[in-house]
Every structure is written in structure tokens, then in C-alpha cells.
């Protein structure tokens, strides 16, 4: 307690006389009390045992003080107030003088220059106040000493050892108190005395030293001592704990920001400081100079304030970076893009694909509608359509090349989630851009040719519909402002040029094709397949294998013998990889001649026919008809695959049963019922075929159509199918140089098909001569091959009849009538 306050704290009291109740008159006995002069001392209280220096301002304190120094004792009694009540003392209100003081004697009273006195005082014993004798100049009461009665007993030494305890941990807390001190107290046998001592202590206030100095038992005194050192030692350990975790907080965060420091400080040394070493400030940099619009930045900007609210090491972080670094690194400016030049962009065309005239210039169309009326018009997405290996992807690589952008290609094949296309909201872990955003951020340009591989393929299910998100691509007027899930800001797709692809129109859903601009590409004919090849695919793979023309040729006998027996397909994609399979090897030898230490070899291959085996082992497929001799119940359809078109044998062979009907060979429902509906028109007709009308009464039917892991369907093979049953029945071979596709009518109406193209295409690349097709097709005959018009004898037909009349051959003897076995 500094002096100031004690000094602030003794007032001089100027009470009146009458006011105060309890005064006595001078002359009642003395009752063993003594009158003592009265010293008031305000938020204050000095405890018998203890001694305190003050200095006391003039007033009635200083002269009860000064005329108790004139005494023969030095005594004084002194009594303890509230601040405020001080104020009383000088008053004329009334007082009432509190019932416990303590007697203490002057030990000092030294007048000063200014006035005050410093004066030491001791406290001595406790004594109650009977009341007041004298009020001016100074107080002077009448008091009886109180001395502390003996005590003991196990209760109160438990009592005394446990406060005295308390008080080893206070000052283990608070530290710095001299050890004497500590030896003192404990030192203290009395329990009065010992509650007396500890209240000088840091831990009682001015209120809980009066409390127990107006506790008269000792014992009663020190639980009050005892109750007040508990509580705060309480308060201490929490205060404590409070401190430490805060200091654990602190000492973590500065750790971690002296580590940063002195990795900075360790860069800067090695010249590896690039003044960013606030990654916040490093992100808003780039975001600022990044091109993009400004609702970007705003947005970017807006998630680098939540980084930096959460902390870097805050585990939002990390979804927030990946975020800003998608922002970031998109390709939101504008990018220049000279004229588009017709000229440049055919010449890039045919430098690239061999023939495909009309789809060539259906492109050279399109980019001429964009060149002229730029993004004004809604141009349709080109769509093109075709089996495999056909140069749908490649010419798309074309287009790309002519206009000189960038080029992304994407399946959407077994896409089914609209997801995948729109990507998933920022929400679910591990979230991602949908294929659309991806391609266009590995690229890094806005306005690509960007190939849609497989739209044929798109799926539907409880996930969503890709097809709705796949419009809002593909729509000129709606992809401006595409909606990605996870970037939640649109991106302008309205540069891109789309391609899409797909093999077949059918399954593509309807929406999405009225959008497309279709473009049919059929498959090629063993001539533009050589062509293509001695054009494109063998200097195209040569190149790749880094061999010079000269140490490769493959002469046009070894491309026709890949072509007819290493694939069989519409397309040329096999072709270009056994090309390329032809190439490894003989890269391989030329390299390893080349070697020193061996002893050298050719270093220049030529293939002709005869070596092809020997490169690529035997041949794959049989070249040529598919049935050896005329047969009787075996007759040769085409089908039209996804790989473009194939020839297929259909068997009938009737057994003795009660006229059951049995088809294999994994035929779909149309072609089942179509099946059904050729018995039914052979029964509706028999009499005129010449069958027995009791025939399919006494016969089961099998009809077969091998290749049974290939699902078959459609109703095209109607005519088919029926050849093939008559042919059985009335044991009628059928030509084996003769392939057919129609559907038929319970009347043997033959009706129109689709897909002639491939189909006579395949028939072609079997070798067939006739092919017979329905009348209604016969429109589209122009549009075939020159080639496959030239060697195919095109028959098109309206009935079965003229279908039976080209199909069978005339019974002839080496062929065995059908050998009907026994059920
Ligand atoms: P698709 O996308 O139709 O399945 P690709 O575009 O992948 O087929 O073509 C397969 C390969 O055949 C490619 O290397 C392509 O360049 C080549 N190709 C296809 N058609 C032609 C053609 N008319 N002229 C030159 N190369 C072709």
C-alpha cells in the first residue's frame, strides 16, 4: 500500500458534539476500559502484530496522534472506515462508531516542514468501543482491550497446518515473497494470531481484514481466513490456467511466425526472395493483373478475404486455393483470332483427309457462314456421323489446324451424370469442374475446336440428364453464360467451335440432334482405303516412327492384303495400326543395324504381299465369299453395325416335330417377329412355292444366325430370312454370290431400309456381285462409290417373288436335298 494512500486516507474529523450517540460523561468509571485517543483511517486496517509507517495531514487524527506522543503510553485507538464514510466524520451527521478497533501504539511522531507527520504505528491488541468521551479538538473514546482466549485440539492444529499450507501455495503462485516471512508464519502457534497475519496478505481485501478483525474467536476467525485464502487461491489456479492456454495460443502462432521469418530471411540470402512472401498478397497481385472480366475478379477476390479470415492452415484453405487456382488460371481474356480463310482451311483439309468431298465442303460451308456473319448467326454445331476409323475425330483435328486454334477432344460416352458435364457445386469433397471447363483450362484458350466424341452415347439416369446441361453447351444462345456447379461464376463458351461425333443418329436424343447439323459419313471401299493409305497413313506412321521413305515402301499388293486380311471394317483405323505395327518392326531393325558392334544389316525395307505374314503373323480374316458353294437354307444378309456394315448367313433347317419355331443367335424382338412373320407369309403362300401344305405341321423350324455373341436386330432382314426358309423347304439352293437386305410385309411387300451405304460397302468388301435391295432405296443408289456401283449388280426389288427369282438357283444335282433328321 503506498504512503499516498494512507496519508489520503486519515481525516480529520470535525463531528459535533451533540450529534454523536453513545457519548459518555468523563466522570463514569472506568470499567477497566481505557480513553484513548481516536485515529480514523479510511480503506484501511493495521491488525495487532503488525507495524506500518504513515504520514498524517493535519486535522483531528493528527492532533489525537499528537497529544497520544505527550502520553505516557503513546497509545491511540485506532478505527477502520470506508472511504466514504470519512466524509461522515467530518459532517455533522451522526456516527456510530464500529464496535471492534485496535489498540496501537506511536512509535514515531515526527512533525514535517509541510505540515503532515510521519508517524509509525503498531498494532497491539483488539479492543471494543464503549463510546466517544471527547469530540474537538480531536476524538478521545473509551475502550475495553480484548485478548484472544487459549485454544487447541486436533481440530484447530488440522485447521491452523491447512491455512498454513495455503499460504506455501500462494506464495509458490505469487513468488517473490521473502522466505522469513514464510518462516514466520509458520512459526505462529496461535490460531487467532495466524488468522491475524495471513489477512495482511495480497489475498484479503479491505473487507475481508475487517470481517476478521471483528471476529472475536480465534478459531472462528481463522475458518473465515482459511474460507477467504480457498477462494482465491481458486482463482489464482484458474487464472493460471486461463494464462497458460493463452500463452500456448501465443507461443504456437509466434513459433510458426519466427520460423516464417527466418525462411524468408534464409531466401532472401539466397537470392530466392521474389517480394512475395504474403501468399494473400501474391494471389491478390495476380488476380488484379490477371485479363478477366471484372465479376471474376470480383468473385476471385472475394474468396482470397475468406482465405485470408481463415488462415492459410485452416483446413477451408485447401478447398479454397484449388478453387482460386481454377479462377485464376482459366482463360478468361480475349484472344485474337486473324480472318478465317477459306481457301487456307480447304487446302488444310485436303492436305489431311483424302476424298470425303461433300463432307469437306460442308465444313468449308459452315466456317464460311462464321467468317461472314461471325457469332450473329446461330450456326448449327456440325455433327459427324459414322462408324469408327472414318476421320471424324481427325477431321475435327483439321478444322483446328485450318483456323489455327487449339483442339480438345471429349468423350461422352457412358456419361450419365449431368456432373460430368457441369461439374459438382463446391460443396461436396474432392469437387471438380465438369469435362466442358476441364478441357477448356488444359488447353488454355477460350475459343477451340473443342470434338464432343460419341454424343450416340450419352446416358440418361436417376443422376440427372446430361443432355439438358449438353444443350446449354452446344446452344449459340445460351453458352455465353455457361453454368459450371463449381465455378459458380458463367464462363462465355460462345468462341468454341463444336464438333460433335457419334456413330449412329438413332440413339442421339432428339433435342440435341435439332440443334446438330448431320453429316453422314459412310465408310470406305477397298480402293479409297488403299488410297488413304499409300496418301496418308503409311507416310503419316512412317514419320511417327522416325523412319526416311526410303527404308520403308509397302507396295499397294501388301495394303490390299492388310485391308482384305488383317481388318474387316468400315473405317481405317485397324489399317493405320497394323501400318503402324509394320512400321515398330522395321524401325526396330533399322536401329539396331545401326548399332556399333553388331553386324550391320539392311537398313531399307520393302513389303510386298508376300512378306506381310512374316511381319504380322497370319492373316485374321478370311477374305471372300461367305459360304463356300450355293447351299440349300443358308442365305447372305448384310447388317449395319455401329463398325459400320457386315454381311451375315441366316440357317434354317427344319427337323420332324409339331410345327414349333426355335431361333438362336441372340436375335433381338424385331427381328424375332420378323422371323415369325416369314413362316407365316411361306405357310400364306406354300401351295405356289410348291411346299406341302401339311409341312409345318409335321416339322419343327430352327432358324440360326451365327456370330451368336453379336446381339442382331432390325427388321431389314426380312427378305432375308424368308429366302432362306423357302430355300430349305423346297430344297431350292440359294446363290451364294447374292446378298439382300429388305424388310418384308406378311404379303411379301418388300419395304425400304437404312444404312445402304454401309451395307453395300460390306457386301463389297466380301466380295459379293449381286445385291439385292427394296425399290425405295434405289434413290439412294447415286450416292454410293463410284467403285461399289461399278462392281455390285444393284437389284432393287418391290415383292418376295422377284426376291426368289435373282436368290435361288435353279435345283441343280450336286447340291444333297436337305437332309431332314429324325426329332
Ligand atoms: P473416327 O473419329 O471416325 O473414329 P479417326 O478420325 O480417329 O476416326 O480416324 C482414324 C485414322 O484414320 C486417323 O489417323 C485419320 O487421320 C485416318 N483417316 C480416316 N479417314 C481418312 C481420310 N479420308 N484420309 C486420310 N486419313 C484418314
Avoid at 484447530?156 to 491455512?163: E, I, K, Q
Amino acid at each position: 500500500m503506498s504512503t499516498n494512500k494512507r496519508r489520503a486516507s486519515v481525516e480529520p474529523t470535525t463531528i459535533p458534539e451533540e450529534a454523536l450517540p453513545g457519548i459518555l460523561q468523563p466522570d463514569e468509571p472506568l470499567l477497566e476500559g481505557r480513553d484513548l485517543p481516536l485515529v480514523v483511517l479510511g480503506e484501511m486496517v493495521i491488525m495487532p502484530h503488525m507495524t506500518i509507517p504513515l504520514q498524517v495531514p493535519p486535522g483531528k487524527s493528527y492532533r489525537a496522534m499528537e497529544q497520544a506522543w505527550q502520553e505516557d503510553h503513546h497509545e491511540v485507538l485506532l478505527i477502520f472506515v470506508r472511504e466514504y464514510e470519512l466524509d461522515g466524520y467530518k459532517s455533522s451527521n451522526p456516527q456510530k462508531l464500529p464496535p471492534i478497533g485496535v489498540i496501537a501504539r506511536l512509535d514515531e511522531f515526527a512533525k514535517l516542514q509541510d505540515g503532515t507527520a510521519r508517524v509509525i504505528l503498531e498494532g497491539l491488541h483488539r479492543a471494543e468501543i464503549q463510546g466517544s468521551l471527547q469530540i474537538t479538538p480531536f476524538y478521545r473514546v473509551r475502550c475495553i482491550p480484548v485478548f484472544d482466549p487459549e485454544t487447541g485440539g486436533m481440530e484447530v492444529h488440522a485447521l491452523m497446518d491447512t491455512v498454513k499450507q495455503q499460504v506455501d501455495e500462494f506464495v509458490d503462485h505469487l513468488g517473490e515473497v521473502p522466505q522469513e516471512a514464510v518462516q514466520f508464519v509458520h512459526r505462529i502457534d496461535r490460531a487467532g494470531h495466524l488468522a491475524d497475519i495471513v489477512t495482511w496478505g495480497p489475498a484479503f481485501d479491505f473487507k475481508d481484514r475487517l470481517e476478521v478483525l471483528n471476529t472475536l474467536d480465534p478459531v472462528e476467525r481463522l475458518r473465515k481466513a482459511h474460507f477467504v485464502l480457498a477462494r482465491q487461491l481458486e482463482l489464482l489456479k484458474l487464472r493460471a490456467k486461463i494464462q497458460q492456454d493463452t500463452k500456448e495460443v501465443l507461443d504456437q502462432s509466434q513459433r510458426e511466425y519466427f520460423l516464417r521469418e527466418q525462411m524468408r530471411v534464409i531466401r532472401r540470402e539466397l537470392g530466392e526472395d521474389d517480394d512475395s512472401d504474403d501468399p494473400i498478397d501474391e494471389l491478390r497481385r495476380k488476380i488484379n493483373e490477371m485479363e478477366a472480366p471484372e465479376y471474376v475478379k470480383s468473385q476471385a477476390l472475394h474468396e482470397v478475404k475468406r482465405l485470408a479470415q481463415q488462415g492459410m492452415n485452416s483446413p477451408e484453405a485447401g478447398v479454397i486455393r484449388t478453387y482460386l487456382d481454377w479462377l485464376t488460371n482459366l482463360p478468361w481474356g480475349e484472344e485474337p483470332h486473324g480472318e478465317i480463310s477459306i481457301i487456307e482451311a480447304q487446302k488444310v483439309l485436303d492436305e489431311d483427309h483424302y476424298g470425303l468431298e461433300k463432307v469437306k465442303e460442308r465444313i468449308l460451308e459452315y466456317l464460311a457462314v462464321r467468317k461472314l456473319a461471325g457469332n450473329k448467326m446461330r450456326s448449327p454445331i456440325l455433327c459427324f456421323v459414322g462408324p469408327p476409323g472414318v476421320g471424324k475425330t481427325s477431321l475435327g483435328r483439321s478444322v483446328a489446324r485450318a483456323l489455327d486454334r487449339q483442339f480438345i477432344r471429349t468423350s461422352l460416352g457412358g456419361v450419365r451424370d449431368e456432373a460430368e458435364i457441369r461439374g459438382h457445386r463446391r460443396t461436396y469433397i474432392g469437387a471438380m469442374p465438369g469435362r466442358i471447363i476441364q478441357g477448356i483450362k488444359s488447353v488454355k484458350s477460350n475459343s477451340p475446336v473443342y470434338v464432343l466424341d460419341e454424343v450416340d452415347k450419352v446416358g440418361t439416369d436417376f443422376r440427372g440428364d446430361p443432355t439438358s446441361a449438353l444443350l446449354e453447351v452446344l446452344d449459340p444462345e445460351q453458352n455465353s453464360t455457361f453454368s459450371d456447379h463449381y465455378l459458380e461464376i458463367p464462363f462465355d463458351l460462345s468462341k468454341v467451335i463444336f464438333i460433335a461425333t457419334a456413330n449412329q443418329l438413332e440413339p442421339i436424343p432428339g433435342p440435341l440432334r435439332d440443334r446438330m447439323e448431320i453429316i453422314e459419313i459412310g465408310g470406305y471401299t477397298e480402293d479409297e482405303k488403299l488410297e488413304i493409305a499409300r496418301g496418308f497413313l503409311i507416310p503419316k506412321q512412317r514419320e511417327f516412327h522416325g523412319l526416311e521413305a526410303e527404308q520403308l515402301t509397302i507396295s499397294s499388293d501388301a495394303v490390299i492384303k492388310l485391308i482384305r486380311e488383317y481388318t474387316r471394317e468400315a473405317g481405317v483405323r485397324n489399317l493405320e495400326r497394323e501400318i503402324a505395327s509394320l512400321c515398330r518392326k522395321v524401325a526396330r531393325k533399322v536401329a539396331a543395324a545401326s548399332e556399333p558392334g553388331t553386324e550391320g544389316g539392311p537398313t531399307s525395307f520393302a513389303i510386298d504381299e508376300s512378306d506381310v505374314a512374316t511381319y504380322l503373323g497370319p492373316e485374321r480374316f478370311t477374305f471372300g465369299l461367305a459360304e463356300e458353294r450355293d447351299e440349300i437354307g443358308v442365305a447372305t444378309g448384310v447388317a449395319w453395325t455401329t463398325a459400320g456394315g457386315d454381311i451375315l448367313s441366316i440357317e434354317v433347317l427344319p427337323v420332324k416335330g409339331k410345327g414349333g419355331l426355335q431361333l438362336t443367335g441372340q436375335l433381338g424382338d424385331v427381328m424375332k417377329e420378323s422371323a415369325q412373320a416369314a413362316v407365316s407369309y411361306v405357310r400364306y403362300r406354300a401351295t405356289e412355292l410348291g411346299i406341302d401344305p401339311n409341312y409345318f405341321e409335321e416339322h419343327n423350324i430352327h432358324i440360326h444366325i451365327p456370330e451368336g455373341a453379336v446381339p442382331k436386330d432390325g427388321p431389314s432382314a426380312g427378305i432375308t430370312l424368308t429366302t432362306a426358309l423357302i430355300s430349305a423347304m423346297t430344297g431350292k439352293p440359294v446363290r451364294r454370290d447374292v446378298a439382300m437386305t429388305g424388310e418384308v410385309t406378311l404379303r411379301g411387300k418388300v419395304l425400304g431400309i437404312g444404312g445402304l451405304k454401309e451395307k453395300t460397302l460390306a457386301a463389297h468388301r466380301a466380295g459379293i456381285r449381286t445385291f439385292i435391295l427394296p425399290k425405295e432405296n434405289a434413290k439412294d443408289i447415286i450416292d454410293l462409290p463410284a467403285k461399289v456401283r461399278n462392281d455390285l449388280t444393284l437389284i432393287p426389288v418391290s415383292s418376295m417373288d422377284e426376291v426368289l427369282k435373282i436368290a435361288l438357283a435353279s435345283a441343280s444335282s450336286d447340291v444333297p436335298a436337305v437332309a431332314v433328321p429324325v426329332a
